[in-house]
């Protein structure tokens, strides 16, 4: 019986070492094939470089033709993937150090075409009646087909005070509209703060991820306490920076993931979570989006949605949750490389698939009965109060008119509402979540 456990023990042993053997063996002839592989795929690249250098009908030099080989590779990986060579990437720096003359909006690929994320509010394009989703066909007289994003914006950009036309494709027109924009310096408030008639609902409209987005929004939190709900509108925000969009978030959930990054490597690897210090939690809270919120707008709205923390309302999101870093290849030319994707809490990605409402709902007017008489009994009373304190002395004419605009500017109407039917939804979700919590 012993003499049976020492040759079973030999024979496992000698099992061992063979497939230890064996497996060693594999490994060694798996990586001769790799590089065997990458060698014979590298000397066809070569043969490949060489004629079209020797025979292709206009006569390009070697750089030319390597240039043309990134920049397809790059733009065959993603569509926010690319190659930066000299003068793209001293635009880069500009745009990242300085001051630009611009139109005002974001830009990206949906199904191979140009397409704009989101005219930011109170830019040239938006001022010009560009919108989210718009197909961009021309920029003056260039054909977008097969552009990259970076010549796209490369043309676009330019001297303030100088105009271009762009011929856009817009879903319900029967035909391209022709939209003539004049460049600008692009400076934009980030967080602006609104408060809704009647109705004590705090309205903060986020219009880019800068970095001094959750200063501001803890500034009008702070100021606005005693409020029965908030309305984030989020809708034609293209993003920014993503630490904003994780303090934004953070705002109101007290703990657990927000967002996750995941790349290739261990490294490029991150997850951001929710901390309790300053935390709103007992507020009802409603988001809105549509096709031109983006990246950190996407991380807000998807977070808060996987946290049942918000409502999410509007359309469907524009589905950009990919991760890109500037790779420098020498001290003039740089790749773009996507390294990473952006997850929500629930593990879901946003990359190519957005964040879907809660509610959907599509921008329109609110279909309502107007009572003319009572928005002119309405102005009359507030005309008629206004003329007896300038008779009592009260106030100063041009005081008081100054105070009632700058009031007016703070202040969302009835009216106002009833021209925004996404609006008009969050303020009624708003209401019925306060009269939940009340209960």
Known sequence: MKHFKFVTFGFAATLIGTTFLLTSTL??????????SRLSSLAKFTKVLGTVEKYYVDDLKIQEIVNKSIEGLLANLDAHSSFLDTKHFKDLKIQTDG???GLGI???MRDGALTIIAPMEGTPADKAGVEASDIILKINKKSTLNMTIDEAVGIMRGKPGTSLTLTIVRDGESKPLLIPITRDIIKIDSVYTKTIEKDNILYIRVINFDKNVVRKTKEA???????KGIILDLRNNPGGLLNQAVGLTDLFVTKGVIVSQKGRYEEQNSEYTATV???????????????GSASASEIVSGALQDHKRAV???EKTFGKGSVQVILPIDKEEALRLTIARYYLPSGRTIQAVGVTPDIVVYPGIVPHKKDDFMIKESELKQHLEEELEKLDGKKDDKKSKKKTEDEKK???TQEDILKDLQLKSAVDIIKVLSIQTNK
Request: avoid cysteine; proline fraction near 2%.
């Open 27 to 36: 490994m060694a002839k798996d990586e001769a094939t790799t590089q065997e």
């Open 99 to 101: 001051e630009f003359g």
């Open 312 to 314: 999410i309302v509007g």
């Open 277 to 291: 210090a300053g935390t709103i939690d007992d507020i009802p809270l409603v988001v809105l989006v549509n096709g």
């Open 106 to 108: 974001t830009i990206g």
């Open 410 to 412: 703070k202040i969302i």
């Open 221 to 227: 939190l702070s100021k606005n306490m005693d409020i």
